[in-house]
């Protein structure tokens, strides 16, 4: 069996690394093959300097920072919470976080937008208008942080729980508690530093998916980083393309981090 293992794996590693970096490499031939000059990296050089990029790409880290914090503040003690006290209930928190996963993104862009609509038009002299309102701000849009924040439950949660699987988290927070430690001060303190892999994991999906998420916020009229790779898509191509590649390269550059990281991190757990 290990043979066949064996005899396999780089076959089908083969197969996985054409599959991926053949489109790659295509692409970074056409942002640096111009024809009649030859190679050049110019539409490199004018990405720094292209109008919209410096501001899209700080929105969507700004709310990818938001939307990370949400959800890890309200996922950890819920995960926790959920092994502790509550297993019986992990079925319904499963099912609850996977929804995102069924629900195609334009219909529930649809829904966030009919809200958004029906409050100003009938509640209009109420504060709740003056809330709609804020959540709409272009310069920091707190509805694409809810919606965001939806987006990566799924994500969040399966982490999280992967995470809460190796460790024993009962004997970590009744050890706790036994020093004289409260509830959060047993979290922070016992849980946290055992889940720091899973933590890294849960923040770099969800700014996977904010620097990804082009649906949403195209249709409820914002501009983040991947509205504006579109947008210049149809003056610029080349442009369009060699932002499209220096974003997949700095993922790539985020994993191997977060994968550095957490060896560090269970190396030190170990040690």
Same mark, same amino acid.
């Given at each position: 069996?290990?043979?066949?293992?064996?005899?396999?794996?780089?076959?089908?590693?083969?197969?996985?690394?054409?599959?991926?970096?053949?489109p790659?490499?295509?692409?970074?031939?056409?942002?640096?093959?111009?024809?009649?000059?030859?190679?050049?990296?110019?539409?490199?050089?004018?990405?720094?300097?292209?109008?919209?990029?410096t501001?899209?790409?700080?929105?969507?880290?700004?709310?990818?920072?938001?939307?990370?914090?949400?959800?890890?503040?309200?996922?950890?003690?819920?995960?926790?919470a959920?092994?502790?006290?509550?297993?019986?209930l992990?079925?319904?928190?499963?099912?609850?976080?996977?929804?995102?996963?069924?629900?195609?993104?334009?219909?529930?862009?649809?829904?966030?937008?009919?809200?958004?609509?029906?409050?100003?038009?009938?509640?209009?002299?109420?504060?709740?208008?003056?809330?709609?309102?804020?959540?709409?701000?272009?310069?920091?849009p707190?509805?694409?942080?809810?919606?965001?924040?939806?987006?990566?439950?799924?994500?969040?949660?399966?982490?999280?729980?992967?995470g809460?699987?190796?460790?024993?988290?009962?004997?970590?927070?009744?050890?706790?508690?036994?020093?004289?430690?409260?509830?959060? $001060? &047993?979290?922070?303190?016992?849980v946290?530093?055992? %889940?720091?892999?899973? @933590?890294?994991? /849960?923040?770099? =999906? *969800? #700014? !996977?998916?904010?620097?990804?998420?082009?649906?949403?916020?195209?249709?409820?009229?914002?501009?983040?980083?991947?509205?504006?790779?579109?947008?210049?898509?149809?003056? $610029? &191509?080349?442009?369009?393309?060699?932002?499209?590649? %220096?974003?997949?390269? @700095?993922?790539? /550059?985020?994993? =191997? *981090? #977060? !994968?550095?990281?957490?060896?560090?991190?269970?190396?030190?757990?170990?040690?």
């Amino acid at each position: 069996m290990a043979r066949r293992v064996t005899t396999w794996r780089w076959p089908v590693l083969s197969l996985a690394a054409l599959y991926f970096l053949v489109p790659l490499a295509a692409s970074v031939v056409f942002t640096v093959d111009v024809p009649g000059r030859g190679v050049t990296f110019d539409a490199y050089r004018q990405i720094v300097h292209a109008d919209g990029f410096t501001s899209g790409l700080l929105l969507s880290l700004e709310l990818a920072a938001a939307t990370i914090a949400v959800v890890l503040l309200l996922m950890v003690p819920a995960v926790v919470a959920l092994r502790l006290g509550a297993p019986r209930l992990r079925p319904v928190v499963e099912v609850v976080c996977a929804l995102p996963l069924v629900v195609p993104p334009i219909a529930f862009v649809a829904g966030i937008s009919t809200v958004l609509k029906w409050g100003p038009e009938h509640l209009s002299r109420t504060p709740l208008f003056q809330t709609f309102v804020a959540v709409q701000n272009p310069d920091f849009p707190v509805v694409l942080v809810l919606a965001y924040g939806v987006m990566a439950l799924p994500f969040v949660y399966r982490a999280l729980d992967a995470g809460l699987r190796a460790i024993d988290v009962r004997t970590l927070v009744e050890a706790a508690r036994s020093c004289g430690a409260g509830w959060p $001060q &047993a979290l922070v303190r016992a849980v946290l530093p055992n %889940l720091r892999g899973a @933590l890294l994991n /849960a923040s770099f =999906l *969800t #700014l !996977a998916l904010v620097l990804g998420e082009f649906t949403v916020a195209q249709l409820l009229g914002f501009t983040p980083f991947a509205v504006w790779i579109y947008s210049i898509g149809g003056s $610029q &191509a080349q442009l369009s393309v060699a932002v499209s590649v %220096l974003s997949l390269v @700095l993922s790539w /550059a985020l994993l =191997l *981090t #977060l !994968a550095g990281l957490g060896g560090r991190a269970k190396t030190a757990s170990r040690g």
